[in-house]
């Protein structure tokens, strides 16, 4: 079974809205990372979380961890159409372990 | 500085023949990892291979092999096909073992058994 599972699954948005989804994990982690994947092609680092950091910044990215939660949120904020995309997380430690992740279209 | 390379693009077998995918990382990487991802599920932890050493591996029969040559790059060995192993297949390599590194993903090799 996979370690992170992203929610929603599916998400449409305006251009210019945030765009907010969330992952939830199983075991204790040492990070957790966001990943997009374009129209099922390879996919892009986005940004690591440490499992000792609560938030962290990154352009128009924000993420959050709750350990005691064991969840995670991205925010993707003044969306573009070209945030069109799958995102998502993977947690380490062991090996990454991913989500069926969250499909976000941006309408024009 | 070039990315992880993965051939070949596309991949079409029939059902029973053997299939290799092969993957060069980003230089100076010594970790490479293959993930399987079929239509509708994520990515499915396939293995890892680090200094020549198979160090892990996911929940897929044996069938699924693979290798890690000297200079680090590596190939993905499927054999007896079936029509399941129809997927993307990506690989990464990474820096380090220790994970606190990024994964760098490679464009897939897209196989198809017929």
């Known amino acids: 079974s996979q370690q992170g599972e992203e929610d929603p699954q599916a998400l449409s948005i305006q251009e210019g809205e945030n765009a907010t989804m969330n992952c939830s994990y199983k075991t204790s982690i040492n990070n957790l990372q966001w990943y997009r994947q374009n129209s099922g092609r390879g996919l892009v680092h986005l940004i690591l979380i440490r499992s000792n950091e609560r938030e962290k910044h990154s352009g128009r990215l924000r993420v959050t961890l709750d350990t005691s939660k064991k969840s995670s949120s991205l925010l993707i904020t003044a969306s573009r159409a070209a945030d069109t995309a799958s995102y998502f997380c993977a947690t380490f430690p062991y090996k990454l372990s991913f989500g069926a992740g969250t499909t976000v279209t941006v309408r024009a | 500085e070039a990315g992880v390379t993965q051939s070949p693009t596309h991949l079409i077998k029939t059902r029973g023949q053997q299939a290799t995918l092969r993957c060069s990382p980003i230089s100076g990487h010594t970790s490479v990892y293959w993930y399987q991802q079929a239509l509708g599920l994520g990515l499915q932890f396939l293995l890892w291979?680090?200094?020549?050493?198979?160090?892990n591996r996911g929940n897929f029969p044996p069938r699924f092999s693979g290798r890690q040559f000297p200079n680090y790059s590596s190939e993905l060995n499927v054999n007896a096909l079936e029509l399941e192993d129809s997927a993307l297949y990506l690989c990464?390599?990474?820096?380090?073992?220790?994970?606190?590194?990024?994964?760098?993903f490679g464009p897939g090799t897209r196989l198809t058994v017929l």
């Open positions: 990464a390599s990474s820096l380090v073992r220790d994970s606190y590194n990024e994964q760098f």
């Open positions: 291979y680090d200094e020549g050493e198979e160090r």
